[in-house]
């Protein structure tokens, strides 16, 4: 083979790599424009497996025993509904480690007898607190049912009330055989799971 043969070979070489590479980067583009960054971390996790943060612990075992709860049940929903970014802000305006909307925010810093501040949500200590009271208020509310407290800190306790009411959903009244809804469902099936997790990891984190 001659030397420009082989220098046009390797020049098809590199042409058709760099080809590739830009297919390559066009198809990731187009993926998180049409299935968007959440659900391609979803499909991540469903791979890998989901990563359990222990960040603020003291914040959360302290406010836990405040309003007599696991601090497992609070460290799963923090990671359901923030994955522990205390910046986080929802579609709905649902603000902070918990996800507590600013309104709720308010009803709740006057159970404390507190004044509510714009911005307060952002911080962890006043949002793990304002959390861990609302999440005990709903267990009290639904008897210590953790299916029933999930859905309703999730879809709020009118929607768990209309669930608990209709026959389709629950057969006794105080307990859901089905969970109204695929968003809610899978909302309750995360905590439920990483609660299970972090189960062990407070346990590990006592001992």
């Not at 990563?51 to 025993?65: G, H, N, Q």
């Not at 389709?168 to 609660?195: F, H, K, M, Q």
């Amino acid at each position: 083979m001659t030397q420009n043969k082989r220098r046009r070979r390797s020049q098809r070489a590199r042409r058709k790599a760099r080809l590739y590479k830009a297919v390559g980067v066009a198809v990731l583009v187009l993926a998180l424009v049409g299935l968007g960054t959440a659900v391609l971390m979803d499909r991540l996790a469903e791979r890998t497996g989901p990563v359990y943060p222990m960040e603020y612990t003291d914040l959360i075992c302290s406010r836990a025993a405040a309003e007599g709860l696991e601090p497992a049940y609070v460290a799963a929903v923090i990671l359901a509904e923030s994955s522990y970014n205390p910046q986080a802000v929802s579609s709905v305006n649902a603000q902070g480690l918990m996800q507590i909307m600013p309104e709720t925010g308010e009803w709740i810093a006057g159970k404390f007898d507190e004044t509510y501040v714009e911005g307060c949500l952002f911080d962890p200590e006043t949002n793990i607190r304002y959390g861990c009271w609302y999440l005990g208020y709903l267990l009290r509310r639904y008897d210590g049912d953790k299916t029933c407290s999930t859905a309703a800190y999730h879809s709020g306790q009118g929607t768990v009330d209309g669930w608990l009411k209709d026959p389709e959903y629950s057969s006794d009244g105080r307990t859901l055989n089905i969970i109204g809804g695929p968003r809610a469902n899978t909302y309750v099936g995360r905590v439920l799971e990483y609660y299970e997790k972090y189960t062990q990891l407070y346990a590990n984190l006592a001992a």
